[in-house]
């Protein structure tokens, strides 16, 4: 069975631009994470999907950050204007309900702002 | 919000011997207590989890245990070999939340 498949998994952008990851979750899982983890830190999670819905989209900035999650299955993280302080890795992770279930990581795309 | 907190930061073991990393959470309604393990370049991939109603979880060589009342939560290697060595991060989840808390994470070093 595939994992979860995130794309692309380095981005090296300058300050200002946009920017976008695309994450595809373990089929049949309904609920889709994005999480940055910064360098030497623990994940931290930006928005959670259930199927289509964004139910916790509290700590994603959304001045410069946009998500969506077309059809319940794909899903693409948006950055406009990049900043410096976006550089991190972004992490997509999929489970298979709501609550308390396992939660797979996919590879992440660590992205570089200059 | 749930807070996790992690130590320590760095372990260095030797091939065979024990190692031990703990974690506290401060929300007394966490249910989910995953531990993952990070090697460079890659996500986190979940080796072991407990749940709330459980008090200890072992699968082979790796084992966690859970004190509700304390509110800690450690995870427990035996004869770590070489190849364990990665970073590893705690994390605590909440029913009304939904969501993962991470701690800060763990660089274990296993010296051949």
């Known amino acids: 069975e595939a994992g979860v498949v995130q794309s692309p998994r380095y981005k090296i952008i300058e300050k200002k631009q946009p920017v976008a990851f695309w994450c595809n979750p373990i089929s049949g899982h309904n609920t889709l994470y994005w999480y940055r983890q910064n360098l030497g830190q623990g994940p931290e999670l930006l928005i959670r999907?259930?199927?289509?819905?964004?139910?916790?989209d509290s700590q994603l900035p959304k001045d410069r950050f946009s998500a969506e999650r077309l059809k319940g299955v794909d899903s693409t993280l948006k950055i406009q204007p990049a900043e410096l302080g976006d550089s991190a890795v972004y992490l997509c992770?999929?489970?298979?309900?709501?609550?308390?279930?396992?939660?797979?990581f996919g590879q992440g795309t660590r992205l570089t702002v200059v | 919000g749930e807070n996790v907190e992690q130590h320590p930061s760095t372990l260095s073991v030797q091939e065979g011997d024990s190692a031990v990393i703990k974690c506290t959470y401060s929300?007394?309604?966490?249910?989910?207590f995953p531990w993952y393990k990070q090697e460079l370049g890659k996500g986190p991939q979940l080796i072991i989890d407990i749940r709330s109603n459980v008090g200890e979880k072992k699968d082979q060589r790796i084992a966690v245990t859970l004190n509700k009342t304390a509110k800690h939560f450690s995870l427990h290697i035996t004869e770590t070999q070489p190849e364990d060595s990665a970073v590893y991060f705690c994390?605590?989840?909440?029913?009304?939340?939904?969501?993962?808390?991470f701690g800060q994470g763990t660089i274990l070093t296993v010296h051949p």
């Open positions: 994390a605590a989840s909440t029913p009304s939340y939904g969501k993962l808390t």
């Open positions: 992770a999929s489970s298979p309900g709501p609550l308390n279930t396992e939660a797979f």
């Open positions: 929300d007394s309604a966490s249910n989910y």
């Open positions: 999907y259930e199927n289509e819905e964004a139910v916790d």
